[in-house]
């Protein structure tokens, strides 16, 4: 082979290999999709219909194996040469006998904590069945997790923008996996339980009615009042709110996936306003030449969320300074997926994947002990 031939087949190679690269992360991004989106669904179902025999459930054992495989891809494109260079600024990781790009770092982060939490998980439905809020240790971890996974997984997508711009159908699923995880972060069980007519409601259900461990918690659920009626739900879901905002503004600067993904998500969580915030910055424009509209986003957002679910005054007050500290914290997280150094990385997995799940996981057994 002469070396006019050699010279003129590196870029054919450079571009097969960017090319295995975008569709490998797409590859990952479906296989979390079908674990974390059908799998999900169906495990809800599944137990509202089949009495609990154990942590291995059909629904539970296709969602860890989607995630199996997905990991199995990201770890597959980190240990191959030619895939991993076009993800980025590497640094090192002991035990890893090269440098790893940040971007696959933080998406590999994200994804040990789910896997750590998945073994917890285990732990905990053998030792204790049903009985378990969105606030233990493990459900908190799964939820905390996720959210670094797909931070990392839009890190990736990020860092392969110089060569392949984010287009529409990236912008979507991509925002989307950022919106979804982020929307009630904080919240927990305060958005997720509706009030305590409903909490009954799922209680009485047949397969669950029989289930003492599922009882308990719903006797937790309603004593200590975790849901929408909470005095602590406004403040909390507007904390959540403009964290999610302020990512997908630093995400995209297209107007249309705000409000597409914010009136979306105002469905699917059952009328948490989250399209309200959304039009007010897609119409007042840029947060840094316009600090008040976000000013107003989080007025607007705060007492919508009160007028809805019948809140306090005191929650919007309140509420109004979480969703600007929410939407600040969006960017120093952001600067993370952007540039996601050894130190940015290590600092965000360990707040977010471990100290939150933590936090939460002392008050779910504080709540646990006082109530029997």
Do not use: K
């Amino acid at each position: 082979m002469t070396a006019t031939t050699v010279a003129a087949t590196e870029p054919v190679r450079e571009d097969a290999g960017l090319a295995n690269a975008y569709r490998l992360l797409w590859l990952a991004v479906v296989f979390d999709l079908l674990a974390f989106g059908v799998g999900f669904d169906w495990d809800r179902r599944w137990h509202a219909t089949h009495a609990f025999e154990d942590f291995f459930s059909p629904p539970h054992l296709f969602i860890y194996s989607m995630h199996f495989c997905a990991t199995i891809t990201l770890a597959y494109i980190a240990f191959t040469p030619g895939l991993r260079r076009w993800f980025g600024p590497t640094f090192r990781l002991p035990l890893v006998p090269f440098p790893i790009p940040g971007a696959i770092g933080l998406a590999g982060a994200g994804f040990a904590v789910v896997a750590l939490a998945g073994v917890f998980d285990a732990i905990w439905h053998t030792t204790f069945g049903l009985d378990e809020t969105n606030w233990s240790f493990p459900h908190s971890m799964l939820g905390w997790g996720l959210f670094v996974a797909f931070l990392g997984i839009a890190s990736c997508r990020v860092a392969l923008r110089e060569w392949r711009p984010i287009g529409w159908p990236s912008a979507v699923v991509f925002g989307f996996l950022i919106a979804a995880t982020s929307a009630e972060r904080f919240a927990g069980p305060l958005a997720t339980n509706l009030s305590p007519e409903v909490i009954r409601y799922v209680s009485r259900i047949p397969v669950l009615a029989s289930e003492p461990a599922f009882q308990h918690t719903t006797r937790i659920y309603l004593v200590a009042g975790i849901d929408r009626s909470n005095g602590l739900f406004v403040p909390l879901i507007s904390l959540s709110a403009g964290m999610m905002l302020g990512l997908l503004h630093a995400f995209s600067p297209r107007r249309w996936l705000w409000l597409g993904l914010a009136a979306l998500l105002s469905w699917t969580t059952t009328l948490i306003p989250f399209l309200v915030p959304a039009v007010i910055v897609a119409i007042g424009g840029d947060r840094r030449g316009s600090p008040a509209v976000w000013l107003l986003a989080a007025i607007g957002f705060a007492v919508t969320t009160v007028a809805i679910w019948e809140g306090t005054a005191g929650g919007a007050l309140i509420g109004v300074p979480l969703f600007i500290v929410g939407s600040l914290l969006a960017s120093r997280i952001w600067a993370v997926v952007t540039v996601p150094t050894r130190g940015g990385v290590l600092a965000l997995t360990a707040l977010a994947g471990l100290a939150m799940p933590a936090l939460t996981g002392i008050v779910d057994l504080a709540l646990r002990a006082r109530i029997p």
